[in-house]
């Protein structure tokens, strides 16, 4: 529990050689401050820097409306203070923390930024939409939203057969920049030299999963470990992944 008082008055106590600082707050409740104790987790928490720096108010009559952040763990019937800080230095330290932050989002939106400029030159993103795209990209980013496989591979196959730019439209929907043209896996023969090609294509664990969605939507990713007898969380290798792809072309008969 944290709490925020504003000290009144503070004393110095001593008992059989220990001692330790008791304060009072503006509603007349007493805080007892030990130099030592052990919070829930059974640690030592060490305060005497913290005890010896109010002495010092107390001493000069500082300590009269301190403003002080204390953070207190529950012991049974008592309440034990296991942090104590000044509140001004808390909100130098909240204010750095902000600053830090803002200039991490700023940093990240001027990445995602350069993302989607880098689309809008290679054709794949209309002009208009390049600011639209970059909060997209942020928010993914920063985990505001977040997808699945079925919505990957549901976009990849809406994009099956499709040559045309990409809209914010089409990305909002499917949270996810797509991949390149999805029919370039299909398999579809046009020519000697598409078995070749579509081997070539098919070299890694994204690519497998790519490749056997644009087959049917029943071809998830569940059902390509399943085949191939890969655990949910075992990492596919690329060396794994052109396996997987030859086992289920044979046995699917997809030659």
Not at 38 to 66: A, F, M, P, Q, Y
Not at 122 to 150: M, N, P, Q, V, W
């Amino acid at each position: 529990m944290e709490k925020i008082i504003s000290v009144i008055s503070g004393t110095v106590k001593i008992k059989d050689d220990n001692e330790w600082l008791e304060l009072v707050d503006q509603d007349g409740k007493i805080h007892r401050i030990f130099p030592r104790v052990r919070n829930n987790d059974g640690v030592w928490v060490h305060l005497e820097k913290e005890i010896d720096i109010l002495k010092g108010k107390i001493t000069d009559g500082s300590i009269n409306g301190l403003a002080l952040k204390l953070t207190k763990e529950q012991k049974g019937t008592f309440w034990n203070i296991i942090k104590v800080e000044e509140v001004k230095d808390v909100f130098v330290k909240q204010a750095q923390e902000k600053a830090e932050d803002e200039q991490t989002n700023i940093k990240n939106r001027t990445i995602c930024l350069a993302y989607s400029k880098d689309l809008c030159v290679a054709g794949k993103l209309g002009l208009s939409d390049a600011i639209h795209c970059a909060e997209i990209f942020y928010r993914y980013t920063t985990g505001s939203i977040t997808i699945d496989d079925e919505q990957v591979l549901n976009f990849q196959r809406s994009l099956r057969g499709k040559d045309e730019t990409i809209t914010s439209k089409d990305i909002l929907h499917s949270q996810e920049i797509p991949a390149p043209n999805a029919g370039q896996l299909s398999g579809e023969a046009t020519g000697p030299d598409d078995a070749a090609r579509e081997k070539a294509l098919v070299k890694n664990a994204q690519d497998l999963m790519k490749w056997a969605a644009i087959k049917g939507k029943e071809f998830t990713p569940s059902w390509v470990r399943k085949q191939a007898n890969i655990p949910p969380n075992a990492v596919i290798t690329d060396k794994m992944a052109e396996k997987v792809y030859g086992e289920i072309k044979a046995l699917m008969g997809w030659e």
